[in-house]
């Protein structure tokens, strides 16, 4: 059997799946691991799904963007990732947009979405984890001080993936000190600020971090780092909300994104324990090889009928936080059940660089972590789900 015998069940947006589909056949596992090699950016892989429209999916149409659902930029990142690439590296241009989407003026949305449904500006940089704050970001420490017609901003961020490689940041500050304001979320703001005259001398500076996968990380200074004040999206102080409502399209993306790589996983795991023949047998004929590639595929399926239910809440407009909150849980876990398992059954051969599973094993580990990590997801669930005290 072949790795086709794999197959999902009731797949959506047939036309748009095999439309990804031709477009990452062109970018096979050697272009991934010649990029870990110089620790360089996809660029041209980018530039293809961002001409195609893929990354700007999500842009209404009156701003030069597809105007999809949430559902179907999912698909996109599943298709990327179920493809062997990484949906990771240009993600954050479909939903980073999503804050000036709904909070911008309409000044603002008129000047940049058409740019950036164009490729001509990458918005793919979010400026909110700091070194000293982590996942509490209501304490984070970078201000924005009004003066004049501009803001002055100090401070650092750090993982902020692709800041070398986007010509905006959606940044979020704090604008009103922590001790004077009635609720700690109150007195933070959003900005979106022009990247392009980075590491400059300007007072703004990108410096990459070495990970162990090769997502383009950075850390980011500011020093007196001037911008317009015009840069501020919606109301000062108001920022902490504006991202929140943008947090759970991501996390029903990057949880379908995990699916992609898990079904990677899935159909590798297969086609090897079919080929793969020791003691006169095929391997999968072992139920220790076998019923672990079961189970893995039956959590995968689960996880992902929880991604589309979140999509369908998202796009219907109705509460979605708990069902994006879980389905980022159950994806991130299922998938990395999919990579151990997958690379259980390769054994010594999975370590090899040229099957590009230790490339992707390493890559699917992170979403436990980020963009929220698992015990923040059952804090939520927990205290607003379930009812409990507050456990952090």
């Given at each position: 059997?072949?790795e086709e ?11 748009l799946?095999?439309?990804?589909r031709?477009i ?7 272009y991934?691991?010649d ?9 041209a892989?980018?530039?293809e799904?961002t ?12 701003y030069g ?6 559902r179907?930029a999912?698909?996109?990142l599943?298709?990327?990732n179920?493809s062997g690439c ?5 993600h954050?241009q479909m939903?980073?947009?999503g804050?000036l ?8 949305k ?6 950036i449904?164009?490729?001509?500006i ?14 509490d ?8 001080v009004r003066?004049g ?5 100090n ?7 692709r800041?070398?490689?986007?010509d ?22 959003v900005f ?8 400059t001398?300007?007072g703004l500076?990108v410096r990459?971090?070495k ?7 950075t ?10 004040a015009?840069?501020?999206?919606g109301?000062?102080g108001?920022?902490?909300r504006?991202i929140?409502d ?7 993306l990057?949880?379908?994104?995990a ?10 795991a297969v086609?090897?324990a079919n ?16 019923f672990?590639?079961?189970r ?15 999509a369908a809440?998202f ?12 389905a ?6 299922a998938?990395?059940?999919a ?5 259980q059954?390769?054994?010594g051969?999975?370590?090899?660089r ?5 490339r992707k094993?390493?890559?699917t580990?992170l979403?436990?972590?980020?963009p929220?990590s698992t015990n923040?997801?059952?804090?939520y669930?927990?205290?607003?789900v379930?009812?409990?005290p507050?456990?952090?």
């Amino acid at each position: 059997m072949s790795e086709e015998t794999v197959v999902a069940l009731g797949e959506d947006y047939p036309e748009l799946r095999e439309s990804v589909r031709r477009i990452c056949a062109q970018y096979p596992g050697s272009y991934w691991s010649d990029l870990e090699d110089k620790e360089a950016y996809p660029t041209a892989f980018v530039e293809e799904l961002t001409q195609a429209g893929f990354l700007g999916a999500l842009i209404p149409e009156e701003y030069g963007g597809s105007g999809l659902p949430l559902r179907a930029a999912a698909v996109i990142l599943e298709e990327i990732n179920a493809s062997g690439c990484v949906a990771s590296q240009g993600h954050a241009q479909m939903y980073i947009m999503g804050t000036l989407l709904r909070h911008g003026s309409e000044a603002q949305k008129r000047k940049y979405l058409p740019e950036i449904a164009a490729g001509r500006i990458r918005l793919q940089a979010f400026g909110v984890t700091e070194p000293t704050t982590g996942s509490d970001t209501t304490q984070l420490k970078t201000r924005a001080v009004r003066d004049g017609d501009s803001y002055v901003i100090n401070g650092q961020k750090v993982w902020t993936s692709r800041a070398l490689h986007s010509d905006m940041m959606l940044l979020l500050a704090r604008t009103t000190s922590a001790d004077q304001v009635k609720k700690r979320s109150d007195g933070l703001s959003v900005f979106l600020l022009d990247m392009r005259e980075k590491n400059t001398g300007t007072g703004l500076t990108v410096r990459p971090i070495k990970a162990m996968i090769n997502h383009n990380t950075t850390e980011v200074f500011f020093d007196n780092f001037r911008i317009p004040a015009d840069s501020l999206i919606g109301e000062e102080g108001k920022g902490f909300r504006y991202i929140l409502d943008g947090m759970n399209a991501e996390r029903i993306l990057v949880a379908t994104e995990a699916v992609g790589d898990g079904k990677w996983f899935i159909k590798k795991a297969v086609a090897y324990a079919n080929d793969r023949t020791v003691f006169g047998a095929p391997i999968g004929k072992n139920q220790a090889v076998q019923f672990p590639i079961a189970r893995a595929w039956a959590e995968l399926e689960a996880a992902e009928m929880v991604c589309r239910r979140a999509a369908a809440l998202f796009d219907a407009g109705q509460e979605c936080g708990a069902d994006a909150n879980i389905a980022k849980l159950l994806a991130s876990e299922a998938a990395w059940k999919a990579a151990d398992t997958c690379m259980q059954t390769f054994g010594g051969f999975a370590y090899a660089r040229e099957y590009e599973i230790e490339r992707k094993w390493r890559e699917t580990r992170l979403y436990q972590i980020a963009p929220i990590s698992t015990n923040l997801i059952l804090g939520y669930v927990g205290q607003h789900v379930l009812g409990m005290p507050r456990s952090y």
